[in-house]
């Protein structure tokens, strides 16, 4: 026991440690709050820079960096409705709202504590239940991929606003330009009409910036002469009753979050949009409602992406496979220190897992103490006249799509799908479903095909497989559920439930 606590406590106790893991979560933060500049590029190049360092540190930076970045999206999703990552995306749902009504520091303020919380109940599944949760994520086959994959669309039902049919069109566009480029399968062209620029795809994060930064920036230049809303930031640490009124709501993102973290290849932006949409439903009379700055809108999202974090760790230490892309550079950096993570190394190398169960408690803890601070000088931003913010966001939006890899062609993408963004908010179409639809419609694509080709190409034997397998079955239940959820006359009927109580 002692011997744990002491591979907990190294880089607690290590002043060197300490510092290097309060460096990475702090950059962390700053890198995850710019558009285009991911969590996923930052670690790579760290990769090079401590190719020679001790193990210990270089997983500490990386770790830091990984935790602050994973929870810096939610600054200027909540502040210019840019989410700095994927995982924001939920965030800016409501956070942005909030921003408008003048409560961006209370929301930011909120959003890093529940951040924390999420970040520490991740951490405590990853040191607890590691084998369990492993042995369970690894028993999901390609076709309970591709039904997380759908349920996941039919999100659309929740983020489409008040017309459902508006989401479906919106989803539905975002799966075409997630298919745009050549078949992973067949190396076969899709809507590429000819373009070698196509050929590669369209980086969501080149659409995320486009649908949500230029297009929102176009759309307040309607307002360009309204005086800016001053930020109440006299109240940044959030109200004792706020956090004991969310904290079922927050364990229960949490609990969601660290789950679907630990499913190789999901990550902390579907646990977001998954957590987003079961607090939606969930939430019975909220204050305010979902879409128009409602707490819980904001709360679930945050929670949900930080415990992804160490939901991700878990088939990483436990089975070699990393949980998302992040984990996946770590496993490359174990390598290049000749470790290396599965099922033995919790007996081989026990002081390499609780090394860095104890570096993730110390980052979301530092994440505490920056996620709190700076908040008055982010809030200016926007106080800024639009005439300066506007160009501001622009430019930002540029610098992040050109940054991914570094293409001038990718500017050119993100500006086109501002215009077709401004034009579908103009008509009542929400952007978030575009998003949804971008990420995951590959995913169910290539293990629909996947799962065909488990079941020979047979139709009949992969419904058999559908309803045969347990975790199928539930899955299977759930989408059925979900899109009965859906038909008007059920959604009739519920509306008049409401209003009689």
Same mark, same amino acid.
């Given at each position: 026991?002692?011997?744990?606590?002491? *591979?907990?406590?190294?880089?607690?106790?290590?002043?060197?440690?300490?510092?290097?893991?309060?460096?990475?979560?702090?950059?962390?933060?700053?890198?995850?709050?710019?558009?285009?500049?991911?969590?996923?590029?930052?670690?790579?190049? =760290?990769?090079?820079?401590?190719?020679?360092?001790?193990?210990?540190?270089?997983?500490?930076?990386?770790? $830091?960096?990984?935790?602050?970045?994973? *929870?810096?999206?939610?600054?200027?999703?909540?502040?210019?409705? #840019?989410?700095?990552?994927?995982?924001?995306?939920?965030?800016?749902?409501?956070?942005?709202?909030?921003?408008?009504?003048?409560? !961006?520091?209370?929301?930011?303020?909120?959003?890093? @504590?529940?951040?924390?919380?999420?970040?520490?109940?991740?951490?405590?599944?990853?040191?607890?239940?590691?084998? =369990?949760?492993?042995?369970?994520?690894?028993?999901?086959?390609?076709?309970?991929?591709?039904?997380?994959?759908?349920?996941?669309?039919? =999100?659309?039902?929740?983020?489409?606003?008040?017309?459902?049919?508006?989401?479906?069109?919106? $989803?539905?566009?975002?799966?075409?330009?997630?298919?745009?480029?050549?078949?992973?399968?067949?190396?076969?062209?899709?809507?590429?009409?000819?373009?070698?620029?196509?050929?590669?795809?369209?980086?969501?994060?080149?659409?995320?910036?486009?649908?949500?930064?230029?297009?929102?920036?176009?759309?307040?230049?309607?307002?360009?002469?309204?005086?800016?809303?001053?930020?109440? %930031?006299?109240?940044?640490?959030? !109200?004792?009753?706020?956090?004991?009124?969310?904290?079922?709501?927050?364990?229960?993102?949490?609990?969601?979050?660290?789950? #679907?973290?630990?499913?190789?290849?999901?990550?902390?932006?579907? !646990?977001?949009?998954?957590?987003?949409?079961?607090?939606?439903?969930?939430?019975?009379?909220?204050?305010?409602?979902?879409?128009?700055?409602?707490?819980?809108?904001?709360?679930?999202?945050?929670?949900?992406?930080? !415990?992804?974090?160490?939901?991700?760790?878990?088939? /990483?230490?436990? &089975?070699?496979?990393?949980?998302?892309?992040?984990?996946?550079?770590?496993?490359?950096? =174990?390598?290049?220190?000749?470790?290396?993570?599965?099922?033995?190394?919790?007996?081989?190398?026990?002081?390499?897992?609780?090394?860095?169960?104890?570096?993730?408690?110390?980052?979301?803890?530092? &994440?505490? @103490?920056?996620?709190?601070?700076?908040?008055?000088?982010?809030?200016?931003?926007?106080?800024?006249?639009?005439?300066?913010?506007?160009?501001?966001?622009?430019?930002?939006?540029?610098?992040?799509?050109?940054?991914?890899?570094?293409?001038?062609?990718?500017?050119?993408?993100?500006?086109?799908?501002? @215009?077709?963004?401004?034009?579908?908010?103009?008509?009542?179409?929400?952007?978030?479903?575009?998003?949804?639809?971008? #990420?995951?419609?590959?995913?169910?694509?290539?293990?629909?095909?996947?799962? /065909?080709?488990?079941?020979?190409?047979?139709?009949?034997?992969?419904?058999?497989?559908?309803?045969?397998?347990?975790?199928?079955?539930?899955?299977?239940?759930?989408? %059925?559920?979900?899109?009965?959820?859906?038909?008007?006359?059920?959604?009739?009927?519920?509306?008049?439930?409401?209003?009689?109580?």
């Amino acid at each position: 026991m002692m011997e744990t606590l002491g *591979y907990f406590a190294t880089s607690w106790t290590d002043p060197y440690l300490l510092l290097i893991t309060a460096l990475g979560t702090f950059a962390g933060i700053y890198i995850g709050a710019i558009p285009g500049l991911s969590v996923t590029m930052a670690a790579s190049i =760290l990769i090079s820079f401590t190719f020679k360092w001790d193990v210990n540190e270089a997983l500490a930076l990386i770790v $830091g960096v990984y935790v602050g970045g994973v *929870y810096g999206g939610a600054r200027t999703a909540i502040l210019l409705n #840019i989410p700095g990552a994927p995982s924001a995306i939920a965030t800016a749902l409501d956070g942005y709202p909030l921003a408008k009504k003048g409560l !961006a520091g209370e929301a930011i303020g909120l959003s890093t @504590v529940m951040s924390v919380m999420g970040g520490l109940v991740g951490v405590l599944a990853l040191a607890l239940a590691a084998p =369990l949760i492993a042995d369970f994520a690894i028993k999901f086959t390609s076709r309970d991929y591709m039904l997380l994959g759908i349920i996941g669309i039919l =999100l659309v039902g929740t983020l489409s606003g008040e017309s459902f049919a508006k989401g479906a069109f919106a $989803g539905a566009l975002g799966v075409m330009i997630g298919m745009i480029g050549l078949d992973p399968m067949t190396a076969e062209t899709r809507f590429t009409y000819g373009s070698i620029n196509l050929m590669g795809g369209v980086p969501f994060v080149v659409a995320m910036i486009g649908f949500f930064g230029v297009a929102q920036a176009l759309v307040q230049l309607e307002h360009i002469d309204t005086a800016p809303i001053k930020q109440k %930031v006299s109240r940044i640490i959030p !109200a004792w009753s706020d956090v004991r009124r969310y904290l079922g709501l927050g364990l229960k993102s949490s609990g969601l979050g660290t789950m #679907i973290g630990a499913l190789p290849g999901t990550g902390g932006d579907i !646990a977001a949009l998954l957590a987003y949409d079961q607090a939606k439903r969930s939430t019975k009379n909220p204050d305010v409602p979902f879409g128009e700055g409602a707490k819980e809108g904001l709360i679930a999202p945050e929670t949900a992406n930080n !415990a992804a974090v160490g939901g991700a760790f878990v088939p /990483m230490l436990t &089975l070699g496979i990393p949980g998302d892309a992040v984990t996946a550079i770590i496993i490359g950096a =174990l390598y290049i220190h000749g470790l290396k993570p599965g099922p033995l190394l919790l007996s081989d190398t026990p002081h390499l897992f609780w090394f860095i169960v104890g570096n993730l408690t110390l980052a979301n803890l530092f &994440l505490l @103490v920056f996620g709190l601070t700076g908040i008055r000088i982010f809030t200016k931003v926007v106080e800024c006249p639009r005439a300066i913010l506007i160009p501001l966001i622009i430019i930002l939006s540029a610098v992040g799509a050109y940054a991914i890899q570094n293409n001038p062609v990718h500017i050119t993408w993100a500006l086109a799908f501002g @215009v077709i963004g401004y034009f579908l908010i103009r008509y009542g179409f929400q952007v978030g479903p575009i998003i949804l639809g971008v #990420i995951l419609g590959p995913m169910i694509d290539a293990n629909y095909r996947r799962a /065909m080709i488990g079941a020979q190409e047979d139709i009949g034997t992969f419904l058999y497989d559908l309803l045969s397998n347990p975790i199928s079955l539930v899955l299977t239940c759930a989408l %059925v559920l979900m899109f009965l959820n859906q038909l008007p006359f059920v959604k009739n009927r519920k509306r008049r439930a409401d209003q009689r109580v």
